[in-house]
């Protein structure tokens, strides 16, 4: 599976969720740890769970597994490590104090509604 595959798997688990503030940034060209990195907010450590419980269960359906996941027991901030996709699922204060957003300015945000909307196009 290609990791535009993946993504859009994941962008539309998230979305059907109700994941909030949802947002695609391709880092390949600034960084070696992923090609794309998705963020994501939930409003409680319930809703932050269910959102990486309903990305894995969607991706392992499609044959992929994390290579690494992180921070389940808190849930402030939930990272699912797909190698060449990195799904970072924060609790509101978490990803305000974080602020990957600015930390990875550099990379190219990603439209998300395209991902939503088509089955082609990123």
């Known amino acids: 599976m290609t990791d535009l595959e993946m993504l859009k798997i994941a962008v ?3 979305d059907e969720k109700k994941g ?22 939930g409003t409680s450590s319930t809703q932050v769970k269910t ?17 690494r996941t ?6 402030n901030w939930i990272i699912l490590d797909y190698i060449d996709v990195v799904i970072h699922i924060f609790y509101t ?10 930390l990875w300015q550099d990379g ?4 998300t509604a395209a991902i939503l909307g088509s089955q082609d196009t990123v």
């Open 12 to 14: 539309k688990a998230l």
């Open 20 to 41: 909030l503030d949802l947002k695609v940034i391709k880092v390949e060209n600034v960084s070696a740890l992923a090609n794309y990195f998705v963020l994501v907010t």
């Open 51 to 67: 959102l990486a419980d309903e990305v894995e269960h969607k991706l392992k359906h499609a044959g992929v597994e994390p290579g």
């Open 70 to 75: 992180e921070g389940y027991h808190g849930a």
């Open 93 to 102: 204060e978490t990803r305000e104090f974080y602020d990957l957003e600015r």
């Open 108 to 111: 190219e945000e990603v439209d």
